[in-house]
Structure formats: C-alpha cells, structure tokens
T-cell receptor, first 107, second 114 residues
Framework: RKEVEQDPGPFNVPEGATVAFNCTYS??????FFWYRQDCRKEPKLLMS???SGNEDGRFTAQLNRASQYISLLIRDSKLSDSATYLC????????FGAGTRLTVKP | ETGVTQSPTHLIKTRGQQVTLRCSSQ?????VSWYQQALGQGPQFIFQ???????GRGNFPPRFSGLQFPNYSSELNVNALELDDSALYLC?????????????FGPGTRLLVL
C-alpha cells in the first residue's frame, strides 16, 4: 500500500465548477498535512496546510479526518488559473507526497 | 520566490556515469531534503540533512548520497547512473529539525540519463 494515495484523475471541469480531491495516508503517526500545487514543469508550491478543525482560504477548503486518515481539498468557483496538479502531502519527520491529481479547468 | 536555488537546471548523462546536483537554501534553514520526481509521479523522498548530518532516508540505494555544508548549500550525488534515474530532482528546505514543516522548494534539476 502506498503511503499517500490520491484520486488518480485527471479532472476536467468547466469554469465555475466545484471540484473535490481526496487523499488517504497510511501512517497514523503523521503530524502535518498539506496540499501543494504544481504547475507543469515547475516545482511544487504550498497551497495550504490542513488542520484537524478544517480550514478555508478563499475558494479553497481543506479537511482532515485523523480517525479515517483522510484529507480532502474542495475548490469552489474554479478558475482557469486553477489548472495544475494538486499534491497531497503528509509529514512525519519527512514529507511524503501522493502521486498528484491533475486538474484542468476549461472555459 | 522561495529563496532556494538549484544548479544546473538541466543535465544529460550516460548510463554508468556519476552526477552531482547542487542546492542553495535560505539562510537559517537548517534542514534540507531531496526528492526525485519521475514523469507523472509525485516527488519521492530521497533523504534529509539537518545541520550537516543525515536525518532520514527514503527507499533509495546507497549510490544516492548527499552532503550539507555550513553555508546552507547541499549536494546530491548519484553514482553508476541508470536509465530510471532520469527525473526531476528537487531540493527543499525548512528552518527546523525534520522535514515535517512547510517545505520551500527550489526549481529543480532535470536529469536525463541516456
């Protein structure tokens, strides 16, 4: 079993759509959780940290369920500029990445 | 910008050769981590250094080795290159000990092994 598993994607959605990404992790001792965004041929960049209480940053909402070892990311009102690969990342002494889910937002 | 730089940006090597990739972290970032990202995959953790000592290692063979220097620079060395080593190599850094904090990534080095 992979340490971090994500929806395989790709997701192709129209502008304005709401899209949800799911992620599960295997190490119950994991301490930190993030969503990173990676544009084509670029390095990953932090989108947001994920907290047990859930957190929101504008159109982006992240949720963490420690009991189920599950993380989610919701993007509302998708923009063309949201097109990227979204990486679920789990930290325990070091960072472990999921394979990423590619999102394409179309006009 | 993250303040993390990597060199070179691109590199072509042949099977069996050795390569050294370099990373310069932000001042004060005591932990540096290296990742390998194959096409279509997420970054895979290679190893991590804290204040010049190896502080964690992923599932990579010993021919992958590293160094961290007091001036916040680091190196990734790969011996006996194989075709499957072709990938984007990313370094990242963070201020604390251990790599579970927010990581600040460099732009990466694209390695092609022929």
């Amino acid at each position: 079993r992979k340490e971090v598993e994500q929806d395989p994607g790709p997701f192709n959605v129209p502008e304005g759509a709401t899209v949800a990404f799911n992620c599960t992790y295997s190490n119950s001792a994991s301490q930190s959780f993030f969503w990173y965004r990676q544009d084509c041929r670029k390095e990953p960049k932090l989108l947001m940290s994920v907290y047990s209480s859930g957190n929101e940053d504008g159109r982006f909402t992240a949720q963490l369920n420690r009991a189920s070892q599950y993380i989610s990311l919701l993007i509302r009102d998708s923009k063309l500029s949201d097109s990227a690969t979204y990486l679920c990342v789990v930290g325990h002494n070091d960072m472990r990445f999921g394979a990423g889910t590619r999102l394409t937002v179309k006009p | 910008e993250t303040g993390v730089t990597q060199s070179p940006t691109h590199l072509i090597k042949t099977r069996g050769q050795q390569v050294t990739l370099r990373c310069s972290s932000q001042s004060g970032h005591n932990t540096v981590s290296w990742y390998q990202q194959a096409l279509g995959q997420g970054p895979q953790f290679i190893f991590q250094y804290y204040r010049e000592e190896e502080n964690g290692r992923g599932n990579f063979p010993p021919r992958f080795s590293g160094l961290q220097f007091p001036n916040y620079s680091s190196e990734l060395n790969v011996n006996a290159l194989e075709l499957d080593d072709s990938a984007l190599y990313l370094c990242s850094s963070n201020p604390g000990r251990g790599g579970e904090e927010t990581q600040y990534f460099g732009p990466g080095t694209r390695l092609l092994v022929l």
